[in-house]
């Protein structure tokens, strides 16, 4: 693995990127780029399982390959546990990956991996327990109960009233018919076949993925949700072009960017085209510099600048850490005939003496725990406080093997 490849894993994290190195034949055109070692690019589920894998909404079992290549499995007819379920609803709504509050569920304890995601439904009111107030985190799930969380947290038009789905298992004075009616209305749901919904069927991994896909299909998304969908669209395109760098050695030249520049124009615009295409000669292989370093994870001074149904373009921070200085980078995406493509790219690099954000305790912790909850293969259970002196605050990221301090300054990032 070359030294620009182990940056690119430890910035963006081991989810957020899928770099190969194993080259083929001299001469040979490479093999279609795909992240995943158990869905195909023929798949009716590689799309939508595509799409929530760079929003960050799954992230899917990660497999290193003989050749060093880290890909994913992702499992997509495997049932949906409840928090499995709750990840991914709360990561899609537009939340971070932490939260300092404690969920009330007596079977959710602070140390279980699932408890943020579900806290932060539970806050929201999406989830409930059952008669004796637990979550029962490992049961899976029915459609009709899916139907109720993705009505009540995607906050969609509903009417208790309106309960003619068109499904001929679905009667009308049935509990989930308003909701199942609402995902019709919403084209969010087609049913298990034109005819049956299939409400106490459990919900597979993939069929939760399509939902959550619709969903940013079919609707005006949110400030937050658009942060999002630029994570996708920004993250996708990073997949492809470092995927394809990694496939030549330092010391080798770059594969010639024609070789795969229809897989590139699938994630980009022709007008930025240029600029990758020139980015990808001149990157270099031996350093830990990189082009398109952006994570999108935090939204540190968010600002959402256009929200149209063709165009959303957003700026935000990124705090420094022992390997990046601060940026503040604008990005812009379009879509083009339904899929979103990244048409701007900027980043501003401020230094360490240039205050331009400032988090408190709260948002320390919680960027922290996020950052390596994402971008690193351990299990993180919280982050804690340790101590505050003057703008340095002394964080322990707590896990089941080995805790590990580190220390954030609130103006720059995480120093150590």
């Known amino acids: 693995m070359n030294k620009l490849t182990k ?18 034949a001299e001469g040979a055109e490479p ?11 023929d798949s009716d589920a590689y799309e939508p399982i595509l799409n929530v894998f760079h929003k960050d909404i799954m992230s899917g079992y990660r497999v290193e390959l003989p050749n060093h290549e880290v890909k994913f499995e992702m499992r997509p007819y495997q049932k949906v546990t409840r928090a499995q379920a709750a990840k991914m609803l709360a990561v899609g709504l537009g939340n971070a990956h932490a939260t300092q509050e404690v969920s009330e569920f007596p079977d959710i304890d602070e140390t279980y991996w ?12 999406v ?15 029915n459609r009709a109960q899916i139907a109720k969380m993705l009505v009540e947290g995607f906050d969609l038009p509903f009417d208790e009233n309106d309960t003619d789905t068109g499904f001929s298992d679905v009667d009308a004075d049935d509990w989930e018919a308003p909701y199942v009616k609402a995902l019709v209305d919403a084209g969010i749901t087609t049913g298990t076949t034109p005819d049956t919904f299939s409400s106490y069927q459990s919900v597979t991994r993939y069929q939760l993925a399509a939902f959550i896909d619709r969903y940013y299909e079919n609707f005006e998304l949110n400030e937050d949700q658009a942060f999002v969908q630029v994570r996708c669209t920004v993250r996708e395109m990073q997949n492809t072009f470092y995927h394809y760098v990694g496939k030549t050695e330092p010391w080798e030249d770059p594969l010639p960017y024609e070789s795969f520049q229809n897989e590139m124009r699938e994630t980009i615009t022709m007008n930025i085209e240029p600029e990758v295409k020139e980015n990808f000669i ?8 990189f082009f398109y370093g952006a994570v999108i994870g935090h939204r540190i001074n968010y600002e959402l600048l256009e929200n149209t149904e063709d165009r959303i373009t957003i700026s935000f921070v990124e705090p420094g850490n022992a390997l990046t200085s601060i940026v503040k ?13 990244l048409d701007q790219y900027k980043g501003k690099t401020f230094d360490t003496e240039d205050e331009i954000f400032t988090l408190s ?25 340790i101590e505050q002196e003057g703008d340095l605050y002394t964080i322990r990221i707590v896990t089941p093997d080995e805790n590990q301090d580190v220390v954030f300054n609130r103006h720059f990032g995480l120093i150590y």
Not at 114 to 125: F, R
Not at 329 to 341: A, D, M, P, T, Y
Not at 361 to 385: G, P, Q
């Open 329 to 341: 980078f604008s990005l812009s995406i379009v879509n083009e005939n339904g899929k979103w493509k």
């Open 31 to 41: 093999e279609p780029y795909s992240p995943f070692t158990d869905v195909g690019k």
């Open 282 to 289: 001149k990157q270099c292989r031996a350093c830990d510099g």
């Open 7 to 24: 940056s690119m894993i430890a910035t963006l994290g081991a989810g957020a990127l899928s770099l190969g190195l194993a080259v083929g």
């Open 127 to 141: 989830v409930s327990g059952d008669s004796e107030g637990n979550f029962n985190p490992g049961q899976s799930l």
């Open 114 to 125: 699932g408890h943020d995601y579900i806290t932060l439904l539970e806050k929201e009111g």
């Open 361 to 385: 305790a709260e948002e320390a912790l919680n960027y922290t725990e996020s950052n390596y909850r994402t971008n690193t293969t351990f299990t993180v259970i919280r982050a804690e406080l």
